[in-house]
Every structure is written in C-alpha cells, then in structure tokens.
C-alpha cells in the first residue's frame, strides 16, 4: 500500500509559477511510474504529465509543454511538477497517482491517488 500526499497548491496570478510535491509512503517509490492529473470544476480528470521509475522518460499534456516540468527523487520517495507561466485554465485540483506501468497518462492504469490539492490561477 502506498499513500501519497500533495502540497505546494495555491493561489497565482496569471504568469507565475508554482511547485507541487507529493511524497509517498512506503519503501517501494522507485518501483512506480508517478503522474500528476487534474481536474477542473465540471470537468473530467485529464493528465498533466508522467514520469518512469527512474526518471528516465516523461510525458507531458500538450497543454503543459514548455511550461510544466515533472521530476522525481527516489531517495526522498518525492515527485515534484514545476509549474511555470500560470495560465487561468491551469485552475484545478491537482492530484499525484501511482502507476505500475512503466510510463502512462491514462487514469485507470494508475492505483494510487493523492487526496488533490488546489491550484488557482487569476487573471
């Protein structure tokens, strides 16, 4: 069983920058493909972006390139996702998962879920 617990959410303006952190329980981190998924009011839950075991390969919505970064450290069972250049459709609740795949940004191939965290963006 693994639990995960995110934080860094908040409110922005338009243009910043954000860091979202979850860590996870467990001693067995590294054996997971991390992703970050969001879900904005009325909306369904779409992913952000993805990242291996080892930090190898990402994925990223193509919403996100160029202004998000996911990364990882196994040594402190802690996935991070850089949010920079804050958009007001970036407004949603953030949530961190767990995957045995090796890499997925689909939601029902991940078995862990963070309980979300809010993230605002004003104009």
């Known amino acids: 069983q693994v639990q995960l617990v995110e934080s860094g959410g908040g409110l922005v303006q338009a243009g910043g920058s954000l860091r979202l952190s979850c860590a996870a329980s467990?001693?067995?981190?590294?054996?997971?493909?991390m992703g970050w998924f969001r879900q904005a009011p009325g909306k369904e839950r779409e992913p952000v972006a993805a990242?291996?075991?080892?930090?190898?390969?990402?994925y990223y919505a193509d919403s996100v390139k160029g202004r998000f970064t996911i990364s990882r450290d196994n040594a402190k069972n802690t996935v991070y996702l850089q949010m920079n250049s804050l958009k007001p459709e970036d407004t949603a609740v953030y949530y961190c998962?767990?995957?045995?795949?090796?890499?997925?940004?689909?939601?029902?191939?991940?078995?862990?879920w963070g309980q979300g965290t809010q993230v605002t963006v004003s104009s």
């Open positions: 990242i291996s075991r080892s930090g190898e390969d990402t």
């Open positions: 467990g001693r067995t981190f590294s054996s997971y493909c």
């Open positions: 998962s767990g995957s045995y795949y090796y890499l997925s940004s689909k939601s029902h191939e991940y078995d862990y």
